[in-house]
């Protein structure tokens, strides 16, 4: 569904100084496979979703999504950002048809769909209210009904969980998985959390420092559906301890270079 090839991605700060965000990024993302990218603060992995989107051109490399080059932004492609970023005048429903207004597609049609995603995520009576009403943990909620509401194949999730507390965290969690497991997207998550990737993930991606490559892709073969319970199963801690070990390996043979 997704393929990188390739990639790189050069910024320009300011003052002029080159910035290498990305190189050589060679990635593959299956039809409906749930894919946790996790590495050091810095290392591109937002950069990497913005790519994706098609919200930023690559420096070099080539990206497909369906069969098709991605050159510039996408209808099937919804995004969840670190914060919710919903208008604050809006109410939750207004916030979760944006998408369709920013796509010259008529709203109305859609109020039926967006009220069902708003029950489906524990909104169902708050779609009047404005997002200052709302906790940080429902206010992410009407942000993934947003990205939702156009049916987009894929979802690309930047860190969406990142600003909360521990519980509403978890609780989160569990409510992706269940949105994934009733609707069967493509979904891209971007995390800095190593369980929260091998509970999540069907396959999770390990990226190096800045320039960010992908050090290691490993599988997680733990049944569906999945449950925070599975943490204790010998299947679960063998792949965190693989992942912890591409990223702290790495991270020491830098350090011993310099």
Excluded: Y
Excluded at 89 to 95: E, G, K, Q, R
Excluded at 162 to 180: F, K, V
Excluded at 201 to 226: E, I, N, T, Y
Aim: charged share 25%; net charge positive.
């Amino acid at each position: 569904m997704i393929r990188l090839e390739g990639i790189g991605q050069v910024f320009r700060s300011r003052d002029g100084a080159r910035v290498a965000a990305l190189d050589g990024v060679d990635l593959s993302v299956g039809r409906e496979q749930f894919v946790c990218i996790v590495g050091p603060s810095g290392c591109g992995k937002s950069t990497l979703l913005r790519l994706v989107a098609g919200l930023i051109a690559p420096t070099r490399g080539a990206i497909e999504v369906d069969g098709r080059r991605v050159d510039g932004p996408r209808e099937d492609v919804g995004i969840v950002f670190q914060k919710p970023t919903l208008f604050p005048w809006a109410s939750v429903l207004d916030n979760v048809l944006m998408p369709l207004k920013l796509m010259g597609r008529p709203a109305a049609p859609h109020g039926r769909r967006a009220l069902e995603l708003l029950e489906m995520v524990g909104l169902g009576g708050f779609e009047t209210r404005l997002p200052g009403e709302l906790s940080g943990g429902m206010q992410q909620r009407a942000a993934i009904c947003r990205a939702l509401i156009h049916d987009p194949p894929i979802l690309l999730m930047d860190e969406p969980f990142g600003a909360l507390d521990a519980l509403t965290r978890e609780e989160m969690t569990l409510e992706l998985l269940s949105i994934w497991q009733d609707r069967r997207k493509t979904i891209v998550f971007v995390t800095h959390s190593i369980t929260e990737a091998v509970l999540l993930a069907d396959k999770v991606v390990v990226m190096s420092s800045r320039p960010g490559r992908v050090v290691s892709s490993l599988d997680v073969a733990l049944p569906r559906p999945r449950s925070f319970a599975q943490e204790a199963l010998p299947e679960f801690q063998s792949v965190a301890a693989s992942v912890r070990a591409s990223i702290f390996s790495r991270r020491k043979a830098a350090a011993d270079a310099r």
